[in-house]
């Protein structure tokens, strides 16, 4: 990829305004036989303090995978698919995922999902701390008959993630590309790919609220980095889990032209490329 034009159109599946949900919306649409909500905190969390009635359990470290036949810490095609199977959900279903953490595993299971074919995905507003207040909680475990899955991982323009060779001519080219690090400023000061500009992913978050800020508060934080929805933009941090939350705000304020660099620095460094740091 070394043209605008090959990265526009990576809206991974679905609809980015509808990507990001309410715990009202959640509510209405609960008893809907389609409706599969999965949280992906620890099983001792899920266990001890409830969950949302009917949501499964899949757990952060059940769907990565640093050895995995796929860059960064994707488990696999076929691994995805079993475990969302053994699950009960399959690729007909309205996924909704959450977490207790401000939606940052939460949104890596999106990101994942996306990545392996699954296009009605959402990601709970606020975590499960919105959920809680207003809204019952279910303490015994969920477990739903097994589907067969197929699996499948998306091509093409629709793929919403870069490989290393892909982020490497990007950065030789002249194209008009937004490298967004979503670390902390220790972290990019330490070292960051040439040219990128920051965004530290807990910027997007409302500390009031728990979820994300309002879609114009994110419009203009962006916008201060040069991010708006005609321009590409390749997202990075270690391991592809805080750029994930970051994919999901931008998706969800209609910068559909996003990717993320898979790999990340995990990666990079590995490579021995250079990275640039400042004093």
């Known amino acids: 990829m070394t043209e605008k034009s090959e990265m526009t159109g990576s809206d991974g599946g679905a609809d980015g305004a509808d990507i990001v949900v309410s715990a009202a919306w959640l509510a209405d649409r609960l008893e809907e036989p389609a409706v599969r909500v999965v949280d992906v905190r620890d099983a001792w969390e899920y266990d001890a303090m409830g969950h949302v009635p009917g949501a499964v359990n899949v757990p952060f470290d059940a769907f990565r995978d640093r050895e995995g036949p796929d860059a960064g810490t994707l488990p696999g095609a076929a691994a995805f698919a079993e475990l969302l199977g053994d699950a009960g959900i399959d690729r007909s279903d309205t996924i909704v995922a959450y977490d207790d953490t401000n939606g940052v595993f939460a949104a890596r299971f999106l990101v994942t999902a996306l990545v392996y074919g699954f296009e009605d995905v959402h990601l709970l507003n606020g975590d499960f701390s919105a959920w809680k207040h207003g809204h019952p909680v279910d303490g015994d475990p969920v477990e739903r008959d097994p589907v067969t899955v197929e699996p499948r991982r998306v091509d093409g323009p ?87 939350h970051t994919y999901v705000a931008l998706r969800w304020i209609g910068v559909d032209d996003v990717h993320i660099y898979e790999g990340s620095l995990t990666e990079w460094r590995e490579r021995g490329r250079d990275l640039v740091t400042e004093e």
């Open 158 to 244: 629709e793929l919403p993630i870069l490989e290393h060779d892909a982020v490497v001519e990007l950065l030789e080219s002249p194209a008009d590309v937004v490298f967004l690090d979503t670390r902390d400023a220790e972290e990019y000061a330490a070292g960051h790919l040439p040219g990128a500009v920051r965004f530290d992913w807990t910027e997007a978050v409302d500390p009031d609220t728990r979820g994300f800020r309002s879609p114009d508060d994110l419009r203009k934080r962006f916008a201060e980095r040069g991010i708006t929805p005609d321009r590409p933009v390749v997202l990075y941090c270690n391991t592809a889990r805080r750029l994930s």
